[in-house]
């Protein structure tokens, strides 16, 4: 991992809790002019530790009330079959989430719907015609308890190989 010092670290913290922050107000809560603070969210973003800036959207404010967590089996594994099922899963707006899983199964994936008729016509018509799918197996948030995008910062912050 490349390292980062405690300015690029607090600029990461103070992004993720609010990226509509202007270089101004980023650069006095971090404790830097504005000229310094700027290269470093631009190095940032350059070195890869800052990937995008984005919205997030209340999926209930928009109509999206469904979120299956579906469990993909797949017939054999293979780069050739498993790169044509990516390549399709990355196609589907309603998988916000895919995950290649160790245990049972090959990927997990977060599937959003607008109910479970949504979600029971969207499994059928896509998700079981996935190329080289053996079988799915799906369950339902039934509420709730966090959702967050931001990362856990605080390790970033320690010293390394037990050095003080």
């Known amino acids: 991992m490349e ?4 300015f690029d670290l607090a600029i990461l913290q103070e992004l993720q809790a609010d990226a509509r922050l202007t270089n101004a107000e980023l650069a006095q809560r971090v404790g830097l002019s504005a000229a310094p603070c700027w290269r470093r969210v631009r ?4 070195q890869g530790f800052i990937r995008g800036y984005h919205a997030e959207i ?3 404010k928009i109509g999206l009330g469904v979120l299956a967590f579906v469990r993909v089996d797949t017939e054999r594994v293979s ?5 044509k099922l990516e390549d399709a899963i990355r196609k589907m707006p309603e998988v916000v989430a895919c995950h290649y899983i160790s245990g049972t199964g090959t990927f997990e994936l977060q599937v959003v719907a607008q109910d ?5 016509a969207f499994a059928r018509q896509h998700l079981m015609n996935l190329p080289n799918v053996k079988d799915l197996h799906t369950s339902f948030s039934l509420g709730e308890v966090k959702s967050s995008h931001a990362l856990p910062l605080g390790h970033l912050g320690k010293p390394t ?3 003080t």
């Open 58 to 60: 209340d999926r209930h």
């Open 3 to 6: 390292s980062i010092d405690k």
């Open 161 to 163: 190989n037990g050095r």
């Open 43 to 46: 190095a940032l973003e350059a």
């Open 79 to 83: 780069n050739d079959a498993t790169r």
């Open 116 to 120: 479970l008729n949504g979600f029971s």
